[in-house]
């Protein structure tokens, strides 16, 4: 079972400029979260931050009880195996192998044999799709491809933490639809906590348990997936369903005569909140909720037509599912 990232007053700047300030969360175990934002607002600088590649000014993320802020560089260390990371491009060593891109950190972090170490890079292969293309270079697969063997060298030491940066960059909506839906199995397969950091409406809408969204130096809302959809917040709102009316404006916030300028104009109703997507084999996740839990349990009615398997379009929702919608 992945572990809670406990996040407490959170705030990096990088000399005068201010990155994000008091950002306080907690990414529960197991689930899945997203991190969105405008470009800029420091989604990438949070993820590194978290495994410690960044130091914060202020602030505190404990994980089983460590303060990853203060701990010492020996200690960090060890912390740090309970990450797997996914970078936006893979960052494969160009000259080696896929084999030995994914077998790298086996042999970097542990005293395993190689043919211990051979029997968990085929594991991992296949665990993303891409068994047989051992000896390929990175230059020689697509950038799909090198997405996944970005993960399953991610995935090679087990981690209970995977965050991920922006794995649909570059990515055909197909593409997408595959890594999303890879997400949603391998969460299913190895209960790990996860932190996904997109641009891409459509996977958080569908893909995570949680959303966060940093806006304007600071974390405008972090909560269960439904929250956030039926959200009337201005900027949640803007962002979740990609308006141009609302507090964002090509430079992060627009000024008072944009903001005038559209102050008659009515926003669109909300759409509808689409069903999670479910694993490929219809097994339950362990974070995995019904379908319009979060709204009953707080008295939300949901935008008209959420949760009809309608709606969605994903693949991966079982009959189960679709009947606990319309219960
Ligand atoms: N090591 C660094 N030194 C100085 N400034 C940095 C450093 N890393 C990031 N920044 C700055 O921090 C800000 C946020 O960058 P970051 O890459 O985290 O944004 P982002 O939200 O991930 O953007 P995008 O969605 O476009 O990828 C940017 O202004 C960037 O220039």
Not at 79 to 98: C, I, N, P
Not at 168 to 182: A, C, E, H, W
Not at 259 to 270: I, K, M, T, W
Not at 273 to 290: F, N, V, Y
Request: charged content about 25%.
């Amino acid at each position: 079972m992945g572990v809670a990232i406990d996040v407490q007053g959170l705030t990096k700047s990088f000399g005068s400029q201010q990155i994000w300030n008091d950002v306080t969360l907690t990414l529960p175990p197991g689930e899945i979260s997203v991190m969105l934002g405008p470009s800029g607002t420091g989604k990438s600088v949070f993820l590194k931050t978290l495994v410690g590649l960044l130091k914060p000014d202020k602030g505190s993320i404990i994980i089983n009880g460590d303060d990853l802020v203060t701990l010492k560089e020996a200690d960090l260390y060890e912390v740090r195996k309970l990450f797997g990371v996914l970078f936006q491009d893979g960052a494969l060593f160009g000259s080696m192998s896929l084999y030995d891109n994914v077998a790298f950190p086996l042999r970097e972090h542990t005293k395993k044999s190689e043919s211990d170490i051979r029997n968990i890079v085929l594991e991992k292969m296949d665990l993303v799709g891409l068994s047989g293309a051992e000896d390929k270079l990175p230059g020689e697969i697509s950038g799909g491809m090198r997405k996944r063997a970005g993960l399953a060298r991610a995935l090679v030491l087990d981690p209970e933490i995977l965050l991920i940066d922006e794995p649909d960059s570059g990515l055909d909506p197909v593409r997408t639809s595959y890594i999303n839906q890879l997400f949603i199995d391998l969460n299913a397969q190895i209960d790990a906590t996860f932190l996904i950091v997109t641009h891409d409406i459509n996977t958080a809408r569908t893909v995570p348990d949680n959303i966060g969204l940093l806006y304007h130096r600071h974390l405008a809302m972090f909560g269960p997936r439904e929250m956030l959809l039926s959200s009337e917040e201005p900027v949640v709102r803007q962002f979740l369903n990609a308006q141009t009316i609302g507090p964002i404006g090509m430079s992060e916030e627009k000024d008072a005569d944009e903001l005038a300028a559209e102050s008659g104009q009515e926003l669109p109703p909300l759409p509808p909140i689409p069903l999670q997507l479910g694993t490929s084999d219809g097994t339950p996740r362990r974070a995995e909720k019904a379908p319009g839990e979060w709204c009953r349990e707080n008295g939300v009615t949901p935008p008209p037509g959420s949760f009809e398997s309608g709606n969605a379009g994903v693949p991966g929702v079982n009959q189960s599912r679709d009947e606990a919608a319309t219960r």
